[in-house]
Each structure stands twice: as C-alpha cells, then as structure tokens.
C-alpha cells in the first residue's frame, strides 16, 4: 500500500549546522509530496510541496526535491535556527480523494 | 484570517461519556478531514468528507462518527469515550484534489479517564 517513511528523531543539531531529514515513500502512480511542520502545542503548518517528479519545493530556507527515481523527498536546511525546533511530518497524496497520509514525524530541536 | 477553527482545546471525560468535537473553516473548502496523533505513530485519518454532503472512512473509525453539517462545518462525535480514545484531534480542510496541502485547526486534546 502506500505509506511514507521518515529517519526517526529526536534529532539534535547546534545553531547554524546543516539539516537533513531523510524520507522515503512508497505509492501507486505520482503522488503529491509535502512537509508539514508542527511547533510545540500547535497544529500542522504546510512548509513545502512537490507535485511531480524533480520538482523542488521551498519555503524558510527549507527545501526539497522530489526524486522518483529513489522515492525520496528528503527535508534539507542550510543553516538551522533555534526557531526551527519543532517536529516535521513528511506526506504524501495520492488520489483524487486527495487524503493526505503521514510519515510519523521527526522531532527536532536546535541548541544555541 | 480564521482558518480552521476546533473547539474545544481540551478536554476530560469519563469512560463511557459521550461528546461531539466542532470544527468549522472559512476558506470555502470542499473537503474535510478529522485526524488524530499519537506518539510516535503520526497522524492518522478517522474519517473524511470529499464535499458536502458526503463521508468516508478512514485509517481509524471505530468509535467515532462524523456528521457533514454544511460546507462549513464538520463534526466527530465520540458516542462511548475509551481510553484508547485519549488523543490530540486535529481537524483540516483543503480544495478537492491531490496537489492541495491542507489547513489544519489547532487541535483539541482530550482525555478519556
């Protein structure tokens, strides 16, 4: 079936590092790709999207590429912020319906 | 700039109490969707309204039942609240189609004791 699969948190970086969050997905025909974030005690935010293949999504300084060719929207930031600690969800949809369905989130939190 | 808006944000109830949880956007989306979110599993669907007028199951619909009461709004109901049901419910709403995100409420986080 379809299903998105993130690298698992928490993940601790020092300001100004490089981030990385890895994922994967598995799906029948093109799906639409997204990151989500979600900051403590709010609710999901719509950080990036991808709609088709070697499309790149941005948005903060963040971004994404969507390679068909590995199945992976991998979550990139040059330069992470103290501000930047939340967790992030990868997603994907997948058919008219538009449903969206969720990776299990990577927390991550930046240290000063 | 509401956006989507549930109430309540939080909530206690006994085993066995019953409670309808509200959400209502204005954005003028077709579709609706309730989530909720549990540690380390994500989000997962409960239940979904493609327009008005129509429902569909989700990942997760047992002990729940949702009500499509306009293009507005869009309720779920807990008829016999368990324990298994203590959550954080996100409620969201997008345009119909595969290359929309959604807009997501803030969430109410209920207790079921």
């Known amino acids: 079936g379809n299903s998105v699969t993130q690298m698992e948190g928490p993940v601790t970086l020092s300001e100004e590092a490089f981030l990385t969050i890895n994922c994967t997905y598995t799906?029948?025909?093109?799906?639409?790709l997204f990151w989500y974030v979600q900051y403590p005690g709010e609710g999901l935010q719509l950080l990036l999207k991808a709609t088709k293949a070697d499309d790149k999504g941005s948005n903060k300084g963040f971004e994404a590429t969507y390679r068909k060719e590995t199945t992976s929207f991998h979550l990139e930031k040059g330069s992470v912020q103290v501000s930047d600690s939340a967790v992030y969800f990868c997603a994907l949809t997948y058919n008219q319906g538009g449903k969206l369905i969720f990776g299990q989130g990577t927390e991550l939190s930046v240290k000063p | 700039n509401a956006g989507v808006t549930q109430t309540p944000k939080f909530q206690v109830l006994k085993t066995g109490q019953s409670m309808t949880l509200q959400c209502a956007q204005d954005?003028?989306?077709?579709?609706m969707y309730w989530y909720r979110q549990d540690p380390g599993m994500g989000l997962r669907l409960i239940y979904y309204s493609a327009s008005e007028g129509t429902t569909d199951k989700g990942e997760v619909p047992n002990g729940y039942n949702v009500s499509r009461l306009n293009k507005r709004e869009f309720s779920l109901r807990l008829e016999s609240a368990a324990p298994s049901q203590t959550s954080v419910y996100f409620c969201?709403?997008?345009?119909?189609?595969?290359?929309?995100?959604?807009?997501f409420g803030s969430g109410t986080r209920l207790t079921v004791v």
């Open positions: 969201a709403s997008s345009e119909k189609g595969t290359g929309y995100g959604y807009t």
């Open positions: 954005m003028n989306h077709n579709s």
């Open positions: 799906a029948t025909g093109y799906p639409s």
